[in-house]
């Protein structure tokens, strides 16, 4: 059975940092596509981070460029967002998602859908 996992979210102050983990059971992530999102109360999700596995190829949003930094274990199980410098608007639930769409070596870290979606964990920055 495939699945996600998102896990290393909490309560922080703001400026300081989290690192939140997206695990995959069930499969590995080889050659695909992982995005990260938000979703704030009463706004839109918001896309987040994008890499593509095969190729290391990232995306960030400009909230969050120079901030946030998405990187993958060697084993290829298990994708990371690491977050700093956190601010209150950063507060959301966070979701990783997976295109099971073959990328190799595209250089194209976001793909236009997601097929699979975490259960999602909650960041809260505040003081």
């Known amino acids: 059975q495939r699945q996600l996992v998102e896990s290393g979210g909490g309560l922080v102050q703001p400026g300081g940092s989290l690192r939140l983990s997206c695990a995959a059971s069930?499969?590995?992530?080889?050659?695909?596509?992982i995005g990260w999102f938000r979703q704030a109360p009463g706004k839109e999700r918001e896309k987040v981070s994008c890499?593509?596995?095969?190729?290391?190829?990232?995306y960030y949003a400009n909230s969050v460029k120079g901030r946030f930094t998405v990187s993958r274990d060697n084993a290829k199980t298990t994708v990371y967002l690491q977050m700093n410098s956190l601010k209150p608007e950063d507060t959301a639930v966070y979701y990783c998602?997976?295109?099971?769409?073959?990328?190799?070596?595209?250089?194209?870290?976001?793909?236009?859908?997601?097929?699979?979606w975490g259960q999602g964990t909650q960041v809260t920055v505040s003081s």
């Open positions: 890499i593509g596995i095969s190729d290391g190829s990232t």
């Open positions: 998602a997976v295109d099971f769409t073959i990328a190799i070596g595209t250089m194209i870290p976001c793909p236009s859908e997601y097929h699979y």
């Open positions: 069930g499969f590995t992530l080889d050659y695909y596509r």
